[in-house]
């Protein structure tokens, strides 16, 4: 599994807005974070959709947290940008496996326990645990 590349641009610029605690320009996190500028529409989007950011115009304006960064996990931003996090089709919903044997077959249930695993670490990983982290 690897995320796209929008994913990463995506919990930096979350990250940078937590680190700052204020509203910041798209210039500014793009210099401070190496995102590009062009990536921000989007990402911005997406993530305004799901319920992590929002924008005000004006002088003092910008793009802005609406929650606070021990309320946003990984988990979260990941399956705004990604739509999905499943390491195997057969783990998606109303995508069965191929051959009608996922209840009993072993692969299946070691994807499921991984998938498990995978979904509580990015869960419990929030932005404000990462800054105590840096």
């Known amino acids: 599994m690897q995320l796209n590349i929008t994913t990463d641009y995506a919990i930096r610029l979350v990250y940078y807005l937590a680190s700052v605690g204020r509203p910041a320009g798209r210039s500014e996190i793009s210099d401070s974070m190496c995102v590009p500028r062009s990536a921000f529409g989007p990402i911005a989007q997406s993530l305004k959709r799901g319920g992590i950011l929002d924008t005000h115009r004006g002088a003092s304006g910008g793009y802005l947290l609406t929650k606070r960064p021990e309320d946003i996990s990984l988990g979260a931003i990941i399956n705004i940008m990604e739509g999905t996090t499943r390491i195997n089709r057969c783990l ?20 499921s326990h991984i998938q498990s695993y995978l979904d509580e670490v990015f869960e419990r990983k929030t932005i404000a645990s990462l800054l105590k982290d840096a």
């Open 92 to 111: 998606e919903e109303g995508n069965p496996c191929n051959r009608n044997g996922a209840p009993n077959c072993p692969v299946h249930k070691f994807y």
